[in-house]
C-alpha cells in the first residue's frame, strides 16, 4: 500500500514538472514574440494608431509607497486626448495629501471627486469604479484603468489602447513584475510567487486591474457597471463576461509593469489569499487553479514529509526513489523561475521609456531559494483559505462572503492608515 502511494505521489511530481514546464514555455514564447514595444514603428503614420478619447481611472484608499510616482507618471502619457479621474475614498484619506503635493508642482489638474456611492454588495474599489465611469462624459471611448502602486512610462496609455482597435477585442490588460528594492523574506516570497502568477494570468485570461483598458461601448454592452457593483474585485470578473460577448482578453506581451516596493511577510500572505479569493469568486477557471494548488501541496509538502517517514520505517528504496523526484522537482522549479525572470526582464528593458536600470539587481541566491521554499508552502494554504474564508479584509474594510456574493460589513477610518504602503496595504490588488 505504501508503495502504491510512493508510485502516485512521483507520478503527481513529474506531471506537475511536464504540466508546468509546458505553461511557462508557452509564457516565454509569448513574451518573446510580443513584438517591438516601440508604438510609432518607422514609417508609422501616427493616425494609423486607435487613440480615441480615453479617461484614466485610478480609485484611492490610503496610500501606497509609490503612490507620487504613479501620479507624476499618469500626467505624463504621450497620448492625443485624455483625462485623469481619481476617486478618493473620503477627504480624511492621507492619499489626499499626496495627490495634492504632487500635483501643486504641475500645470495638469485631475478630476478628483470623494466616494459617495458606497454600494453594499460589492468592495469600495468596484464602487469607486462604477462611480468614476458613470460620470464620465458621453465622448469618452476608452476607460483605462490602473492602481496606486503601478508605475507606468509614457507610453503605457497608447499601447494599452491601440489593440482595442479591433473591434473583437473587449480588454487589453498588462502584467505586473515585482522587483523589490531589499532583500527580505516578504519581498522575495511576493515576488516569486507573482512570477508563476503572471503564467497562469497569460494562460487563463486573467485581467489585471493595475494596467486595464476597456472601449465604454464594451462596458455597456456587457453591463460591467451592473457587474461590478456586485463584485469584490473588478479584474477577474472580466473573463466571463468577455467569453459570453465572445470578446477577447487582449494581454499586451511588452507591457509588463514593474514594482519595487516591499512588503512584509504576514502582509505578503494576505495579499496571496485576497489574489486567490478573487479567482474563486469570479474567474470560470478557478477549478483548475484550486488543481494545481493542490498539486504543488502535494509536491512540496506532503511529499518531504513521506520521504523522512519512509526513512523513518527504514523503506530506503521508496525514500531514495522520492528524494530524488523531489530533487528533480525542485531543480525544474529553479530553472524555470529563472527563465520566466529573464524573458519578463527583457521586456522591461525593451522598454527604454522606462527609467529602469538595465542591469540586473544584486541577487541574494541563499535568501531566493529559501523564499521559493517558502512561498511553496505558503501557496496550497493560501489555496485552501481562499476556498474556504467566510470573510476577508481589504486595506481595513471588512467583507463577508456568501457563495459568489460579497457583502461589506465594517470599514476603518482612512485617516489612520499609515502613510507607507508596506504594511497597510501590501499591492493594490
Not at 519595487?260 to 489569499?273: A, K
Not at 524573458?343 to 541574494?364: F, G, L, P
Request: proline share 4%.
Amino acid at each position: 500500500m505504501l508503495s502504491l502511494l510512493v508510485t502516485l505521489v512521483v507520478f503527481l511530481m513529474l506531471g506537475t514538472i511536464v504540466f508546468q514546464t509546458f505553461y511557462v514555455l508557452n509564457y516565454q514564447a509569448f513574451i518573446n514574440e510580443g513584438g517591438s514595444p516601440d508604438p510609432f514603428p518607422i514609417g508609422a503614420d501616427e493616425d494609423e494608431f486607435y487613440a480615441p478619447p480615453a479617461a484614466i481611472v485610478l480609485c484611492l484608499k490610503g496610500t501606497d509607497e509609490s503612490l507620487e510616482d504613479c501620479l507624476g507618471a499618469l500626467v505624463d502619457q504621450d497620448y492625443p486626448d485624455y483625462q485623469l479621474n481619481i476617486v478618493i475614498d473620503s477627504p480624511t484619506d492621507p492619499a489626499v495629501e499626496v495627490a495634492q503635493d504632487v500635483f501643486a508642482a504641475l500645470k495638469y489638474k485631475p478630476i478628483v471627486e470623494f466616494l459617495t456611492h458606497r454600494e453594499t454588495s460589492c468592495s469600495l474599489k468596484c464602487s469607486a469604479i462604477a462611480q468614476a465611469v458613470d460620470s464620465l462624459p458621453e465622448r469618452i471611448e476608452v476607460v483605462a484603468f490602473v492602481d496606486g502602486d503601478t508605475v507606468v512610462d509614457q507610453f503605457w496609455l497608447r499601447d494599452l489602447v491601440t489593440p482595442l482597435g479591433d473591434s473583437g477585442t473587449g480588454v487589453t490588460t498588462g502584467n505586473r513584475w515585482y522587483s523589490p528594492d531589499d532583500l527580505q523574506l516578504g519581498s522575495l516570497v511576493r515576488k516569486i510567487w507573482n512570477a508563476a502568477a503572471v503564467v497562469q494570468m497569460q494562460r487563463y485570461e486573467i485581467a489585471w486591474g493595475g494596467s486595464l483598458a476597456i472601449r465604454r461601448a464594451v462596458i455597456d454592452r456587457c453591463g460591467l457597471v451592473a457587474t461590478w457593483r456586485k463584485s469584490f474585485c473588478e479584474d477577474t470578473s472580466l473573463t466571463k463576461a468577455m467569453r459570453h460577448q465572445k470578446l477577447r482578453v487582449y494581454r499586451v506581451a511588452n507591457l509588463i509593469v514593474e514594482n519595487n516596493d516591499g512588503v512584509s511577510l504576514g502582509n505578503t500572505y494576505e495579499w496571496i489569499c485576497r489574489q486567490m479569493l478573487t479567482v474563486r469568486l469570479h474567474h470560470p477557471d478557478w477549478r483548475l487553479v484550486l488543481l494545481h494548488g493542490i498539486t504543488t501541496g502535494i509536491a512540496s509538502i506532503v511529499a518531504p514529509l513521506m520521504i523522512l517517514v519512509l526513512f523513518a520505517v527504514g523503506n530506503t528504496g521508496d525514500a531514495v526513489t522520492m528524494l530524488q523526484c523531489a530533487c528533480v522537482y525542485q531543480t525544474v522549479n529553479f530553472a524555470l523561475l529563472y527563465m520566466i525572470g529573464q524573458a519578463n526582464r527583457r521586456s522591461i528593458i525593451a522598454r527604454e521609456s522606462y527609467s529602469r536600470s538595465a542591469v540586473a539587481k544584486r541577487n541574494n541566491w541563499p535568501m531566493h531559494i529559501a523564499a521559493t521554499l517558502v512561498t511553496q508552502v505558503i501557496q496550497p494554504f493560501a489555496v485552501w483559505q481562499a476556498f474556504s474564508m467566510k470573510k476577508v479584509t481589504w486595506r481595513g474594510v471588512d467583507y463577508c462572503l456568501k457563495g459568489g456574493a460579497v457583502k461589506r460589513i465594517g470599514g476603518a477610518d482612512t485617516s489612520q492608515l499609515e502613510r507607507s504602503g508596506k504594511d497597510a496595504t501590501a499591492g493594490g490588488g
